[in-house]
């Protein structure tokens, strides 16, 4: 607790995939998907331990292919569902898949990580997630704060929206959306709003974002171009309406209101290369975490379009210990948008950046050389938040 | 005696002697006035001199002091025996003189007794003659008395009639002055019943008088002066000055407006015929002229009536004043539009002129001022002008730039290069800002009348012609360049990357040379006096390098771009697992080359080369190097082996510990190599993310290795330092083989022989 020194953890495999377990609300865990054209791959459940800032692994033997997506349910910590690529017959094909996790392993590490790599347990299968039309899956995404049975896939230039049934064991296609235009589209990722009671889903391909509506599966907006080049990622914000993030291959990172397409509310540029991955923060949205092909990680305070009125403590029973220091020191000038940390513990190209879902400071990034890396906010912008 | 005694020798010799025994005793040199041992001084104590002798000195010093005082004493002795004798002689003839002068004053006296006897004779004649003629002399003076009185009469009597004539005559002014003269008398002597019927005429004929002169007074048509007249006379037949004043100014009034309304009509609706210039000329004689006839005449004859007859006039000018200037103003912006300087300012020179006079006479209409005023508003929209018509030059040139860029090449016959168009860009721009201040500079010429003002000296130079003009317009440029930039059009496709690189350029010289030229041309022209804060060149030229750096940062954006776009097509639209042992290096790395080869002379244009890292002298070989076999090993075959899956990451993050940080899209500097370097930097990471995005064939992977091959041994020569090309490309080539199910590479000496191919 003492040391804000980042905690580095490293796979033997390249890995992209990385995901916080959702429904695991007590300890802080996360989940990695690694690639291997030659091994078995490996999904790696990261236990951290805060106190004494060690990091616990149970390894998963995940044999069905290269995990390029994964996404954790957030009604069922056990489940999971990753987008794999499967190799036959001189094709490649991306599918998805819900899975289980045994049991046993559950609970969190009681095992020794040495244990743990020799008998590697592996997922239990739960239902595939394919589509007759069999395109290639690039995406995953669960319904929030849903009860773990509504599921979006984005397979190449369709939207399918899955009923999961009988404990998640049978998946059942229940309404799907199509893009039409010329040319080959190609959803690269979507993302599903916590608002309007979930009814709405955000989608990307090429450089335009498309809102979508699940219960009519219809577009509600698009923002055409909204990047120079190829959109990465997509972020909603947790705590306000209509609020966007968006990053591209543009190195910008661009917030929207999606009632008002036309303009971005504000513009990053601060990487120097493609922006891979964009995140807000689930309590204090004004944090808003970015990783690149740059090797950096960039955590940004994005003030001045946070849904945090300024001076007012909206998450306060997180932290009660900070409590008597909370009357002092509230006169602070306006807040200011500005980079509060660049990470530059990464060596090769960062393609996924998380907030860990227990513990609103903590959020850990994943470089493509297989290095986890989990850092926290700065202790003196946490405290300036709070108090 | 006390002097002598000062100035005697032998004084100066005891003081000498003194002096040395002060020295003896260790004493300062300089006698102390205050001292009391001091001899010649006034405090001396004899009591503590001797006690300080016998106290300090030996006893020899004390006889020899002794002795040479008694010498003194018997010099002072003699002299003092020779003053006093001296003295007594002297005293001696004084009693003698005196003894003279009495003698002499007795004789004196005497004289002076017989003067008073013969002047009392004297004036006792006087006074027996004029008792004689007194008498006759009262007799004289009634007589002139009566004299004088009689002629009076007579006028008053021939009054009536005298006036009479002089009305008939017209010789008002005759008339006015008798009237004048006579009617103090006739009121004083009203009650005499003759005087009374001269006076009861003189009034009728006054009466007349008076309204003959209203009459003429109304007729008016006879000029100002004479009006003028006819008001003095008026004044003087002791009408009410208020009501005379008032129709005064009504009657200038009328003529005036008159005036105006005849400017106006010059004016119109349709464009104006005579000139701006004609304009102010005939304001200025007809309006200006009138008002200071007016003004001049007014003052003259209604002096009297004080600070309240001045402000009517004040307001009455001010008023007119005020409807003269909004014509003029009117005229003048008619001319905003007009490119002709020279005319406008001597219009504006002859309006302000004609004014002066007029501000003079009447200071409190503040006439002066406000026409200052127009002048330095007229100015200031003047300076507004040219800065608009600078920034229309400059978006002119840039279409010209587009349209040159544009135009179709006709074979054989290269158009205007970049340089070319550059320096014609650079020119054209520097021609249009020296008209614009020679134009400028005619408001401050040393013949303008209103250039010696404040505003002309000052702030006209330092803020409107350095700041508003010339440091407005550098910095309107700036912008309209920087605008390229972020222009919504981001896929590039809207700005021609050549404009880019010539615009930077133009600011990399504007930073350079430029901007200061301009800028001491302007203060040279404008010697500006005004101490306010004006902008320093180095902030100008600061804007002006950032600015440079902007534009060609996005140049290399923009260009990179397009390699980027081709180098991910390629990569996404081929299946690598099922492509065929590689033949050829792929066509798009030939044109990748070929791009990149374009650029590099377009760049070589405008720019320097740059420096690189220093190279071996056997690159080719080097670049051969990085696939031979024992580095090869090293690099990414551990990976084939299944024993170590560790090594690879190892490797390749020991490796990355000893190479430095790629900034992909870091900013350049203004030379060729960096910019090529920003260029195929943006380039090959593209490749590398597009790489690691697909899975390949063993045949895949020979095929990257032979485009890498090929881009290494065409990319290296452009790049500053070629490291950063080999580390990009070995990574490349790492990241396919690890996408790659059944890694085999190629033989080095195969993939150098398809790549010397073609």
Known sequence: MEDDAPVIYGLEFQARALTPQTAETDAIRFLVGTQSLKYDNQIHIIDFDDENNIINKNVLLHRAGEIWHISASPADKGVLATCYNKTADSKVLTCAAVWRMPAELEPGGHESPEDAASPAHALELLCHLDHPARGSTACVAWEPAGDGKRVISLADNHLLLWDLQESSSQALLASSASLEGKGQLKFTTGRWSPHHSCTQVATA??????????????????????????????????????????????????????????????????????????????????????????????????????????????????????????????????????????????????????????????????????????????????????? | ???????????????????????????????????????????????????????????????????????????????????????????????????????????????????????????????????????????????????????????????????????????????????????????????????????????????????????????????????????????????????????????????????????????????????????????????VGGLCQVAAAYQELFAAQGPAGAEKLAAFARELGSRYFALVERRLAQEQGGSDNSLLVRALDRFHRRLRAPGALLAAAGLAEAATEIVERVARERLGHHLQSLQAAFLGCLTDVRQALAAPRIAGKEGPGLAELLANVATSILSHIKASLASVHLFTAKEVSFSNKPYFRGEFCSQGVREGLIVGFIRSMCQTAQSFCDSPGEKGGATPPALLLLLSRLCLDYETATISYILTLTDEQFLVQDQSPVTPVSTLCAEARETARRLLTHYVKVQGLVISQMLRKSVETRDWLSSLEPRNVRAVMKRVVEDTTAIDVQVGLLYEEGVRKAQSSDSSKRTFSVYSSSRQQGRYAPSYTPSAPMDTNLLSNIQKLFSERIDVFSPVEFNKVSVLTGIIKISLKTLLECVRLRTFGRFGLQQVQVDCHFLQLYLWRFVADEELVHLLLDEVVASAALRCPDPVPMEPSVVEVICERG
């Open chain 1, 205 to 387: 391909n090429d450089t335009a974002v498309r809102g979508w509506d699940t219960r009519t599966m219809s577009q509600i907006y698009c923002i055409e171009n909204a990047h120079g080049q190829l959109v990465r990622d997509l972020d909603f914000n947790p705590n306000k309406q209509y609020c966007l993030a968006s990053c591209g291959d543009d190195c910008r990172v661009k917030f929207w209101d999606t009632r008002k397409v036309t303009e971005p509310v504000r513009t990053l540029e601060e990487h120097s290369h493609w922006v891979w991955n964009v995140r807000y923060n689930h309590s204090h949205d004004q944090l808003v975490l970015t990783a690149s092909s740059d090797s950096r990680v960039i955590l940004s305070n994005m003030a001045s379009i946070s849904s945090e009125p300024f001076g007012h403590l909206v998450d306060d029973d997180d932290l009660s210990d900070q409590e008597e220091r909370r009357p002092e020191e509230k006169s602070q000038e306006p807040p200011q948008d500005s980079v509060i940390a660049t990470y530059e513990e990464h060596e090769d190209s960062v393609y996924a950046v998380e907030w860990a879902a227990a513990d609103p400071w903590l959020f850990a990034s994943l470089s493509y050389d297989g290095r986890l890396v989990v850092n926290r906010v700065p202790r003196a912008l946490k405290y300036r938040i709070l108090l």
């Open chain 2, 1 to 287: 005696m006390q002097e002598r005694f000062m100035g005697d020798p032998s004084s100066c010799e005891l003081k000498g002697c003194w002096a040395k025994e002060g020295e003896a005793a260790g004493r300062p040199v300089g006698p102390d006035p205050l001292d009391p041992t001091d001899l010649n001084g006034a405090h001396f104590d004899p009591e503590v001199y001797l006690d300080k002798l016998r106290r300090e000195c030996p006893l020899a010093q004390l006889m020899d002091s002794e002795t040479d005082m008694v010498r003194q004493i018997r010099a002072l002795d003699s002299d003092m025996q020779t003053l006093v004798y001296e003295n007594y002689n002297k005293f001696i003839s004084a009693t003698d003189t005196i003894r003279k002068m009495k003698n002499d004053f007795r004789k004196m006296e005497d004289e002076m007794d017989r003067l008073a006897t013969n002047m009392a004779v004297i004036t006792d004649f006087s006074a027996r003659i004029s008792a004689t003629l007194q008498d006759r002399h009262e007799r004289i003076t009634k007589l002139a008395g009566v004299h004088a009185l009689l002629r009076k009469l007579q006028f008053l009597f021939e009054l009536p009639s005298r006036l009479t004539k002089c009305v008939e005559l017209g010789a008002y002014g005759q008339a006015v002055r008798y009237q004048g003269r006579a009617r103090a008398v006739l009121q004083q002597y009203q009650h005499l019943p003759s005087f009374r019927a001269i006076q009861d005429d003189c009034q009728v004929i006054t009466a007349r008088l008076a309204q003959q002169l209203r009459q003429r007074f109304r007729e008016g048509g006879s000029g100002a002066p004479e009006q003028a007249e006819c008001v003095e006379l008026l004044l003087a037949l002791g009408e009410p000055a208020e009501e005379l004043c008032e129709e005064f100014l009504a009657h200038a009034r009328g003529r005036l407006e008159e005036e105006l309304s005849a400017l106006e009509a010059e004016l119109g609706p349709s464009p104006p015929a005579p000139d701006v210039l004609e304009f102010t000329d005939r304001g200025g004689s007809g309006f």
